[in-house]
Each structure stands twice: as C-alpha cells, then as structure tokens.
C-alpha cells in the first residue's frame, strides 16, 4: 500500500506579524518572512529531510481565511506538549484541550486557538 504523508501544510492568519509573535512565543523559535507582495508569509523552522512537514504561516486576502474554529487540524510534533501549552495564553492565544492522553501507544495530545482563531493541535509522546 502506498504511504501518504504530508509534504507542507499553510495556517492562514490575518495579521501577520501578530501571528509570528504569537508561533514565535508559543514554540520559541524564529519564523522567517517573506513579503511577495499581495501575499506575505512566515517560514517555520524545519529540519528538511523527511522528518515531519515543512509549511508557513500565509496571508492573502482573496485565498485564505482562517479556520475559525473548525475546518482541518494540524498537529506539531512536541518533546511534551506542557511546554509549548503553557506559552499560549501569555502569546494571545486560548487552550482548548489540556494535555490529555489519546492512548499508550499514541501518547498525548493538546489543542489551542492561536492569535487568528485557527484550532491547532499538538502531540507528543511523553
């Protein structure tokens, strides 16, 4: 059976630069951005490789809308989702779902509304 795996994923924001601090605060890190014009976005951090998906931050108003909510929702990978969970509140953001164990096998999950009001969720295995 053929393996599907994500290669980049896009979080649609409204106002970027609150977004980037608000990601930047939340997993420590620095995005980088870009300005294309009528678009803008914000790289995340990646390993390259193989090792989980790639993807940005995006913003153009006639392409993207933010999930409000609802819609798909991403997972970043965490050493233990405590971590990035307590930065959200203080970065502009609401928790959702508390660290709460999915199984033994598949360890533990949380969820967040970001700046934008995108759900994003976080998993890991410890």
């Given at each position: 059976m053929k393996k599907v795996t994500v290669g980049w994923f896009e979080i649609p924001v409204s106002d970027m630069d609150r977004a980037i601090n608000f990601y930047q605060k939340v997993f420590d890190c620095t995005l980088h951005k870009l300005d294309m014009g009528d678009f803008q976005m914000a790289m995340f951090p990646g390993e390259g490789g193989g090792k989980g998906a790639e993807g940005s931050l995006v913003f153009n108003k006639e392409f993207y809308a933010t999930s409000n909510h609802a819609g798909a929702l991403i997972y970043f990978s965490s050493e233990d989702v405590v971590i990035e969970l307590s930065r959200v509140e203080d970065a502009g953001g609401t928790i959702q779902i508390e660290k709460k164990?999915?199984?033994?096998?598949?360890?533990?999950?949380?969820?967040?509304?970001?700046?934008?009001?995108?759900?994003?969720a976080l998993h890991s295995m410890s």
């Amino acid at each position: 059976m053929k393996k599907v795996t994500v290669g980049w994923f896009e979080i649609p924001v409204s106002d970027m630069d609150r977004a980037i601090n608000f990601y930047q605060k939340v997993f420590d890190c620095t995005l980088h951005k870009l300005d294309m014009g009528d678009f803008q976005m914000a790289m995340f951090p990646g390993e390259g490789g193989g090792k989980g998906a790639e993807g940005s931050l995006v913003f153009n108003k006639e392409f993207y809308a933010t999930s409000n909510h609802a819609g798909a929702l991403i997972y970043f990978s965490s050493e233990d989702v405590v971590i990035e969970l307590s930065r959200v509140e203080d970065a502009g953001g609401t928790i959702q779902i508390e660290k709460k164990m999915i199984s033994p096998e598949y360890g533990y999950m949380g969820v967040f509304l970001d700046s934008e009001g995108n759900r994003i969720a976080l998993h890991s295995m410890s």
